[in-house]
């Protein structure tokens, strides 16, 4: 045999012993799922652990920003005309807004310098039954001579008569001529708040008084209860705790006496050192238990 003939026996042996060499002997490429682009590097953080739940605050001291303060309370009739010390000639002009009395009716007396009544009339107020509204009138009265006044606003219990809130505005009472501007008052807020006892609380012969109240003369204001037909089983008085010309809280203990249980009614008023009439009076409405 040949050289060249055992040279090509032999590389045919070699071809025939391993696998054949894929001319495309490259893995197929991984595939990668997509995602954003240039987005850094993720860093490693601790979970935090779940925020404890808890109610919500539930505010129990005045000045809470949930809870207004008593002073901040609307003025449950509020006189906005005429204004303080306004020179007034009949008829006067009277408006301001008011929470929801006994068919939406508001009583108004106009009072000379010594307490006697010079005029009277009505308003309605202007919304639905049971809401706050806006009112108004005309009322005529007649003086003699020119003097100080007051023109007095207020509602009525339906069941017995007797006053339930008061509101009032000092004036300049004159017989004839033009009327004269007053002075703006701040935004009204209510003069003489309850805080116990509260609308339609069961008390006992002995139950405790108290509120916040705008300054007074002396500081002085004068209490009472009344029962189911508008009688006064209760009388007190109590001073305003604050600084004279400031506004501050009040209490006392009063004892009133009834024969059996019933409505009624437990009343702060503020009296004029002028002449006696009441300046402002606020009510609560309760049930009265021997």
Request: hydrophobic letters at 40%; one cysteine or more; a negative charge.
């Amino acid at each position: 045999m040949t050289r060249l003939a055992t040279i090509v026996i032999a590389v045919l042996a070699l071809s025939a012993c391993g696998p054949a060499i894929s001319p495309t002997a490259m893995p197929a490429p991984t595939t990668v799922p997509a995602g954003p682009t240039s987005q850094p590097p993720t860093q490693a953080t601790a979970t935090p652990p779940p925020a404890a739940t808890s109610p919500p605050p539930t505010p129990t001291a005045p000045g809470s920003p949930l809870m207004p303060t008593p002073s901040s309370l609307p003025e449950a009739i509020a006189i906005t005309q005429p204004q303080i010390k306004a020179g007034i000639v009949s008829p006067v002009h009277i408006e301001g807004e008011a929470d929801p009395a006994f068919e939406q009716t508001l009583a108004i007396n106009i009072l000379d310098v010594n307490g006697q009544v010079v005029g009277q009339g009505t308003a309605h107020i202007n919304a639905e039954a049971g809401r706050r509204g806006p009112f108004s009138a005309d009322v005529p009265f007649s003086v003699t001579g020119e003097g100080p006044g007051r023109i007095i606003v207020y509602t009525t219990s339906a069941r017995d008569g007797s006053t339930v809130h008061l509101n009032s505005v000092e004036v300049q009472l004159k017989p004839s001529g033009r009327a004269t501007p007053g002075i703006a008052a701040s935004p009204p807020i209510e003069s003489i708040v309850i805080r116990s006892p509260v609308a339609g609380s069961n008390l006992t012969r002995t139950v405790t008084i108290s509120g916040e109240a705008a300054p007074t003369f002396e500081q002085q204001l004068s209490v009472l209860i009344r029962d189911a037909t508008g009688n006064v089983v209760g009388t007190g008085s109590t001073t305003i705790k604050a600084d004279v010309g400031q506004r501050g809280p009040f209490s006392l203990t009063l004892t009133y006496t009834i024969a059996a249980p019933g409505p009624g009614r437990v009343v702060v008023y503020d009296t004029s050192p002028r002449d006696g009439g009441i300046i402002h009076l606020a009510s609560v409405e309760v049930m009265l238990n021997p």
